[in-house]
């Protein structure tokens, strides 16, 4: 199963966020087969004085599908203020 890792670095007004789009295992491996799943994550992380502040998410969302996750992770670049509150 292909990887999916996107990182861009969106201005929106006077601020700066990363917003990355990941693919990763399934942790809850319940039924056979499970370890070999992915499923695709996309978060939003404010960047403020050059640091990245991965403990505060401003956005957070999963997929199941590689292409649903490249699709929102493309619309957020695009218009971000529908996807989280700035």
Do not use: C
């Amino acid at each position: 199963m292909r990887e999916l890792e996107l990182k861009n670095i969106l201005k929106v007004d006077n601020r700066e966020f990363l917003v990355s789009t990941i693919s990763m295992n399934v942790r809850h491996s319940w039924f056979e087969g499970d370890q070999e799943k992915k499923v695709y994550e996309t978060m939003v992380f404010e960047i403020i004085n050059g640091e990245i502040s991965y403990d505060n998410p401003k956005f957070n969302e999963r997929y199941n599908t590689m292409d649903e996750a490249i699709a929102e992770h493309s619309a957020m670049l695009k218009n971000p203020k529908e996807f989280f509150i700035l």
